[in-house]
């Protein structure tokens, strides 16, 4: 038994814990960047909170999933007025650019000097600046990942900084923030994180840490996601939810993805459509790709038994085999309207270049059994 784990250095849970962010953000500075999502004026309460800590904030909006250049000029700001710290609060793409921007700010180059896959892959030498990581909704635990995702235009792909000086100094987690986001969101969200969940489970770098909060995480969603969706005020559910989004990311942070999330990457860049949408649009044959493919070739293999419990987990259900798991994640992303991935815009001639650029991703290859081309178009045609 060998593992690494990496998280923030502290995590804050609870509702209304959100109250105790300035006195927080006072450890770190005075000079503070807000980075938040395209609506600046539901964050201002908490601008507010801040700057009677007497913090100088300056905000930075994220319109959307962050691309080179809103990470760039976010790091030029940053230098220019001298920013002491970070705070990103918001969805996953507003954590995601906050990240991106703390750590670009403190180091020399471009981003694509570091950006794996279309980049250079050169590590970070600095740490970035102080990130408090608060999010707002409960689906990618991007507020304990050591990775951003960044979208390159030019390359039509999203690829990663990656590296542990990026993990937050803080996460504060409080599902109260939650309460506001709307069904559609509630669900992409959720099944991200259900996503983010089986994946670490079934990897190829599984570990026995990792898996216990996949259980938990996993049992959470089964009884969680649907209230929530059906509720939003629901407390009970919203925080199970928000737990569940915390150890999805503390999961993949620490042993690995899948071919649902190989594919999001490349796929965030060929269309626009938010990344818990893909997610949620391939989940299922991605799950069915994968325990066709390890029944076929490698009987053996443990992975089949780690979809056995997670089928047994999310249908309660101590007898059900690896191939239940795909019916149950069919009739859930159903009940909460998932779209497919051609509404989303995917359309079939697109299927080749998807397909090639998701067999280099960097999820791909925790895949707990390598698909072929031919597979990989399968589970992409099925999606449609």
């Known amino acids: 038994m060998r593992f690494d784990f990496a998280t923030a250095a502290r995590l804050v849970f609870g509702v209304g814990r959100v109250s105790e962010l300035p006195g927080i953000a006072r450890e770190f500075g005075v000079r503070a960047l807000l980075v938040c999502g395209k609506n600046p004026a539901s964050f201002d309460q908490l601008r507010r909170g801040l700057e009677a800590a007497n913090i100088h904030v300056i905000v930075h909006t994220t319109p ?6 809103m990470v760039r000029a ?10 002491e710290q970070e705070v990103g609060a918001g969805g996953g793409s507003a954590i995601e650019a906050a990240k991106a921007i703390a750590i670009l700010a403190t180091n020399s180059g471009e981003p694509l000097d570091y950006m794996e896959v279309v980049g250079r892959g050169r590590s970070f030498e600095r740490p970035g600046l102080p990130f408090i990581a608060v999010p707002t909704t409960a689906g990618t635990g991007a507020e304990v990942t050591r990775n951003a995702v960044i979208g390159s235009p030019e390359h039509g792909v999203k690829a990663s900084l990656r590296s542990p000086l990026m993990l937050a100094k803080v996460a504060l987690i409080d599902p109260e923030l939650t309460f506001s986001v709307p069904p559609e969101v509630t669900a992409y969200t959720g099944l991200d994180t259900l996503t983010q969940l089986i994946e670490p489970f079934v990897c190829a770098r599984a570990n026995p840490l990792v898996d216990t909060f996949c259980r938990e995480g996993m049992a959470r969603v089964r009884v969680s996601l649907v209230r929530a969706f059906d509720n939003s005020r629901d407390a009970e559910a919203r925080t199970s939810m928000s737990f569940a989004s915390l150890l999805s990311g503390l999961s993949l942070a620490n042993a690995g993805l899948g071919v649902v999330h190989g594919f999001a990457g490349p796929l965030g860049g060929i269309i626009d459509a938010p990344h818990g949408a893909i997610c949620a649009a391939l989940l299922v044959e991605g799950v069915e790709a994968n325990v066709r493919a390890l029944r076929n070739r490698e009987p053996s293999h443990p992975a089949l038994q780690k979809y ?3 089928a047994a987990i999310l249908t309660r259900s101590d007898a059900a085999t690896a191939e239940d798991l795909a019916p149950w994640l069919s009739e859930l992303t159903g009940r909460l309207h998932v779209q497919r991935a051609g509404a989303l815009g995917l359309t079939r001639d697109r299927i080749p ?3 090639e650029k998701a067999s280099d991703a960097s999820s791909m290859k925790a895949n707990p059994i390598a ?4 597979e990989l178009t399968e589970v992409v045609e099925r999606a449609l």
């Open 64 to 69: 959307g999933e962050p691309t080179i250049q």
């Open 74 to 83: 976010g790091a030029l700001l940053c230098v220019e007025h001298r920013r």
């Open 308 to 310: 056995a419990e997670a």
């Open 353 to 355: 270049e998807l397909v």
């Open 371 to 374: 698909l072929s081309s031919a």
